[in-house]
Nanobody, 123 residues
Framework: QVQLTESGGGFVQAGDSLRLSCTAS????????LAWFRRTPGMEREFVAA???????LYDDSMKGRITIFRNDAENTMDLQMYNLRPHDTALYYC?????????????????WGQGTEVTVAS
């Protein structure tokens, strides 16, 4: 079992940067593929970024070049550094963890989810 808690969301202006963090409790954190998803009202969760157990990362095209995902297995943390934020990046951002099976882009590949942290980007 893994419990995930996000932090770092907030209200920013377009062009600003923000760093989201995800802290995990439980065991075997290093076994899991980790990811960030986001959801806007009325929409399904959409993939943002993932990092596998070897540290290889994958990014959604809409945010590629503006985000970097990190993991620190010794501290059971994962971060998402976001740059040059735009109003359409406004969403509830979730961290997720799952065993490295299935597509990293899909919600169903992840068994554990945090409650989300809100990011609002003003124009």
């Amino acid at each position: 079992q893994v419990q995930l808690t996000e932090s770092g969301g907030g209200f920013v202006q377009a062009g600003d940067s923000l760093r989201l963090s995800c802290t995990a409790s439980g065991s075997s954190f290093s076994r899991y593929r980790l990811a960030w998803f986001r959801r806007t009202p009325g929409m399904e969760r959409e993939f943002v970024a993932a990092i596998d157990v070897r540290g290889y990362s994958l990014y959604d095209d809409s945010m590629k070049g503006r985000i970097t995902i990190f993991r620190n297995d010794a501290e059971n943390t994962m971060d998402l550094q976001m740059y040059n934020l735009r109003p359409h990046d406004t969403a509830l951002y979730y961290c997720a963890a799952g065993l490295p099976t299935g597509s990293p882009l899909e919600v169903r590949s992840y068994n554990y989810w945090g409650q989300g942290t809100e990011v609002t980007v003003a124009s």
